[in-house]
């Protein structure tokens, strides 16, 4: 079983709609939780970075992590055509530990 | 602040040759660390280094090595390449915990 599972979508939405997308992991003893966004032939950038249950909101982006049901998500609000990319999600045991990705969710924005 | 830079960004080989690619991390960072992308399997953790010694090690064969200057500037190595080996291999820096930073990475194409 892998650490941290992603639906890989694609996913795609008309402009202007909320997107989520969500992770799930296997081992409750993981603390951190981060989200990336991968444009085409570009390394990934990291979106929210949070250690704790609950909401992370940064502009149109909430991260939302649920400890008890080891689930993990992103909101995207007002979504945009440049938000057209692979969003991926990653998981640490402790914050200077290896972090384990998600495959990634493929998101096309449509104007 | 100039961020990773990885070379080469595109690099084609031939099974059974080796290859070297080279990352500088960003100005201050002590942590780098090694990924290989593919399609299928997503990101998959090579190994870290930090202050010039190996700090975590992921599930490669021994073919994959890397190895870290004192500057912090980081190589990885894969010898006697195979075809599955095809990838884009991304570094990450950090300055020694938290959020890693992604290079553009280098896509290897073995024929």
């Known amino acids: 079983q892998k650490e941290v599972e992603q639906d890989p979508g694609p996913l795609s939405v008309p402009e202007g709609a909320i997107v989520s997308l969500n992770c799930t992991y296997s081992?409750?003893?993981?603390?951190?939780f981060m989200w990336y966004r991968q444009y085409s032939r570009k390394g990934p950038e990291l979106l929210m970075y949070?250690?704790?249950?609950g909401n992370k909101e940064d502009g149109r982006f909430t991260a939302q992590v649920d400890k008890s049901s080891k689930y993990i998500s992103l909101f995207i609000r007002d979504s945009q055509p440049s938000d057209s990319a692979t969003y991926l999600c990653a998981i640490a045991l402790y914050e200077g530990g290896q972090f384990y990705f998600g495959t990634g969710t493929s998101l096309t924005v449509i104007p | 602040k100039a961020g990773v830079t990885q070379t080469p960004r595109y690099l084609i080989k031939t099974r059974g040759q080796q290859v070297t690619l080279s990352c500088s991390p960003i100005?201050?960072?002590?942590?780098v660390s090694w990924y290989q992308q593919t399609p299928g399997q997503g990101l998959q953790f090579l190994f870290e280094?930090?202050?010039?010694?190996?700090?975590n090690k992921g599930n490669f064969p021994g073919r994959f090595s890397g190895r870290q200057f004192s500057n912090s500037r980081s190589e990885m190595n894969v010898s006697t390449l195979e075809l599955g080996d095809s990838a884009l291999y991304l570094c990450a820096s950090r300055p020694s915990v938290g959020e890693l930073f992604f290079g553009e990475g280098s896509r290897l194409t073995v024929l």
């Open positions: 100005s201050g960072h002590r942590s």
């Open positions: 280094y930090f202050s010039e010694t190996q700090r």
């Open positions: 949070t250690y704790s249950s």
């Open positions: 081992n409750s003893a993981f603390q951190y």
